[in-house]
T-cell receptor, first 110, second 115 residues
Framework: QQPVQSPQAVILREGEDAVINCSSS?????VHWYRQKHGEAPVFLMI?????EQKGHDKISASFNEKKQQSSLYLTASQLSYSGTYFC???????????FGAGTTVTVRA | DSGVTQTPKHLITATGQRVTLRCSPR?????VYWYQQSLDQGLQFLIQ???????AKGNILERFSAQQFPDLHSELNLSSLELGDSALYFC??????????????FGEGSWLTVV
């Protein structure tokens, strides 16, 4: 079962903030966030395990709300390099794989 | 560079043919995953191996098969190819299971074009 990401796309100007959500109807064990540039490999950003912890990577951070079975990725003071498609990968209890959402395309303009 | 090596990088073949995609995981990684990404689509999980054994299976077509060898490299075999099989095929690896807090690292992918 794949997680649901929202929004599908977002356009930002440099310095603006954005939030990407990843929701699941099943109990989550972990959430993994990746960014992919067109035609390239997805690049790992961060992993969040159950427990509601928040992690950060430069000015990109994420949270995991276990009660809501939802994770959010926060892009703060966006830079041109943040452009790309962001995927959340979810792992469910008893699974051994990551199921990815459809992705959120982020475009940062000067 | 993630350390995951995939070959070939590009492949063009005709319908009905068979191809083999190869993946060498990062040094020390025991798990190998295969994902398919069609044009502007998400990542569809195909199959996972852990230390030579199949551990998880996604919506992998019967025409597709995979295996992981004793040296831990993996191959994805695609047969009776159809136009719709054209996609970017990613291999990924991790030290162990994702449930252990391991994340997976993706290779550069193999572009398959079926004509």
């Amino acid at each position: 079962q794949q997680p649901v990401q929202s929004p599908q796309a977002v356009i930002l100007r440099e310095g603006e903030d954005a939030v990407i959500n990843c929701s699941s109807s099943k109990a989550l064990y972990s959430v993994h966030w990746y960014r992919q540039k067109h035609g390239e490999a997805p690049v790992f950003l961060m992993i969040l395990l159950k427990g509601g912890e928040q992690k950060g990577h430069d000015k990109i951070s994420a949270s995991f709300n276990e009660k809501k079975q939802q994770s959010s990725l926060y892009l703060t003071a966006s830079q041109l390099s943040y452009s790309g498609t962001y995927f959340c990968g979810t792992e469910y209890y008893g699974d051994y794989k990551l199921s990815f959402g459809a992705g959120t395309t982020v475009t940062v303009r000067a | 560079d993630s350390g995951v090596t995939q070959t070939p990088k590009h492949l063009i073949t005709a319908t009905g043919q068979r191809v083999t995609l190869r993946c060498s995981p990062r040094s020390g990684d025991l798990s190998v995953y295969w994902y398919q990404q069609s044009l502007d689509q998400g990542l569809q999980f195909l199959i996972q191996y852990y230390n030579g054994e199949e551990r998880a299976k996604g919506n992998i077509l019967e025409r597709f098969s995979a295996q992981q060898f004793p040296d831990l490299h993996s191959e994805l075999n695609l047969s009776s190819l159809e136009l719709g099989d054209s996609a970017l095929y990613f291999c990924a690896s991790s030290p162990g299971q994702t449930s252990s807090g391991n994340t997976i690292y993706f290779g550069e992918g193999s572009w398959l074009t079926v004509v």
